[in-house]
């Protein structure tokens, strides 16, 4: 089975720090996806990456980026966090091919950001 | 831009009885795929059924089956038996060949003992 791992399940963070979110796949997927999940708003894409240091900015880039050194590893940068960040995180890869292949998800991150 | 729709934001329905959730999507893409994902309190979203467009029948799996409408757009799930573990948010996904992936507002589902 695919494992998504995410190093933390929760996360307080003061207003103005940098925050790292990491995210590990095992599946050898060229597609990472980092979503941020609120009530009634869904899944947002913030970014994702079709492979080794190239991304793509999603529907809400803005506040953050990401970087991606390394296939299995995809993080997310919150460079000045802000409370209105506050929120679940999630990552997710899959295998190219679109819809083809389904996106495999990690635990999620609850950040908090004070 | 592609949207889905889920106009249910919650449901419950009882043990052992069957339930039906909506989605609707918009595009004009002739070749894509279909998705319901369930997330439970534990809260890791994981993949119930998917659906591709070009297949006229419905995806099944067990208990959960979906009711694809291509010209309607539409793309329902049916839990049947319904038990206690199927208590979670259910969100419809729609994608492209292009490796993106969009997602409704979610349902959250109760089952009631």
């Known amino acids: 089975d695919v494992k998504v791992t995410q190093s933390s399940r929760y996360l307080v963070k003061r207003t103005g720090e940098k925050v790292f979110l990491e995210c590990v796949q095992d599946?050898?997927?060229?597609?990472m996806f980092w979503y941020r999940q609120d009530p009634g708003l869904g899944l947002r894409l913030i970014y994702f990456s079709y492979d080794v240091k190239m991304k793509e900015k999603g529907d809400i880039p803005e506040g953050y980026s990401v970087s991606r050194e390394k296939k299995e590893r995809f993080s997310l940068i919150l460079e000045s966090a802000s409370t209105n960040q506050t929120s679940m995180y999630l990552c997710a890869s899959s295998s190219p091919g679109g819809g083809r292949s389904p996106l495999h998800f990690g635990n999620g991150t609850r950040l908090t950001v004070t | 831009a592609q949207t889905v729709t889920q106009s249910q934001p919650e449901m419950s329905v009882q043990e052992a009885e069957t339930v039906t959730l909506s989605c609707t999507y918009d595009?004009?893409?002739?070749?894509?795929?279909l998705f319901w994902y369930k997330q439970p309190p534990s809260r890791q979203m994981i993949l119930v059924i998917r659906?591709?467009?070009?297949?006229?029948q419905n995806a099944t799996e067990n208990r959960f089956s979906v009711n694809f409408q291509k010209a309607a757009k539409s793309f329902s799930l049916k839990i049947s038996d319904s038990q206690l573990g199927d208590a979670a948010m259910y969100f419809c996904a729609y994608s492209n060949t292009g490796n993106q992936f969009y997602f409704g507002t979610g349902t959250s589902l109760t089952v009631i003992p």
């Open positions: 599946m050898d997927h060229e597609n």
């Open positions: 659906q591709e467009a070009y297949k006229q």
């Open positions: 595009t004009s893409e002739s070749d894509y795929y």
